[in-house]
């Protein structure tokens, strides 16, 4: 079955810190970039991070840039979100989610195809 | 950054009948676009990607139409299992990826 798992949410107290995990399994995980992202009742779904396939080319929003670092070991078909600082507008429910796509004239344009169940997260004293 | 704004915020319709949900961006993002299924308690599911083509098993009653700033997506013949809150996502001018704060459709 082609699916994504996420897991490591849980409760943390303002300026902690968490270690999201994502596995991925029915597919080859190298070929594709991943992304977290995180849906708020505030905020709606909010993109957070992008990793490319080889692992090179890394992206964050702005709400998350220098707090958050994202990485994949494609021998263990897996993608992390390392959370520091935490705030408690970072609680939510956060999802990986695969990207499809193709790139073209030196552009790249990538689409959401496979979303795991969400980890929850709450950052809270 | 592009906006990306959905109407309308929510849409009570019959079965059987059908719904229209419209997506506008800020700036064009020619036809990538994508919309997504949401229902209650569950992930996000793609329905809908370059504006107009259908993800894998997704029934011919969800259509997606529209290219530039304008979009709309069609459910046709509405079933009960169609409840749920739609989100558009533009990736013409990515990242950051935006995503539209959803329509949630009522099936009376």
């Known amino acids: 079955e082609v699916q994504l798992v996420e897991s490591g949410g849980g409760l943390a107290q303002p300026g902690g810190s968490l270690r999201l995990s994502c596995v991925g399994s029915g597919f080859t995980f190298n070929k594709h970039s991943m992304n977290w992202l995180r849906q708020t009742p505030g905020k709606g779904l909010e993109w957070l991070s992008y990793?490319?396939?080889?692992?090179?080319?890394?992206r964050y929003a702005d709400s998350v840039r220098g707090r958050f670092t994202i990485s994949r070991d494609d021998a263990q078909n897996s993608l992390y979100l390392q959370m520091n600082s935490l705030r408690a507008e970072d609680t939510g429910l956060y999802y990986c989610?695969?990207?499809?796509?193709?790139?073209?004239?030196?552009?790249?344009?990538?689409?959401?195809?496979?979303w795991g169940q969400g980890t929850l997260v709450t950052v809270s004293s | 950054e592009i906006v990306v704004t959905q109407s309308p915020a929510t849409l009570s319709v019959s079965p059987g009948e059908r719904a229209t949900l419209s997506c506008r961006t800020s700036?064009?993002?020619?036809?990538?676009l994508a919309w997504y299924q949401q229902k209650r308690g569950q992930s996000p599911r793609l329905l809908v990607y370059?504006?107009?083509t259908r993800a894998t098993g997704i029934p011919a009653r969800f259509s997606g139409s529209g290219s530039g700033t304008e979009f709309t997506l069609t459910i046709n013949s509405l079933l009960p299992e169609d409840s749920a809150v739609y989100y558009c996502?533009?990736?013409?001018?990515?990242?950051?990826?935006?995503f539209g704060q959803g329509t949630k459709l009522e099936i009376k």
């Open positions: 990793i490319s396939h080889a692992g090179t080319d890394m």
């Open positions: 989610a695969r990207d499809e796509g193709f790139c073209t004239g030196g552009r790249c344009y990538r689409w959401k195809d496979l």
């Open positions: 700036q064009s993002v020619d036809t990538n």
């Open positions: 370059g504006a107009s």
């Open positions: 996502h533009q990736y013409e001018d990515c990242p950051p990826y935006i």
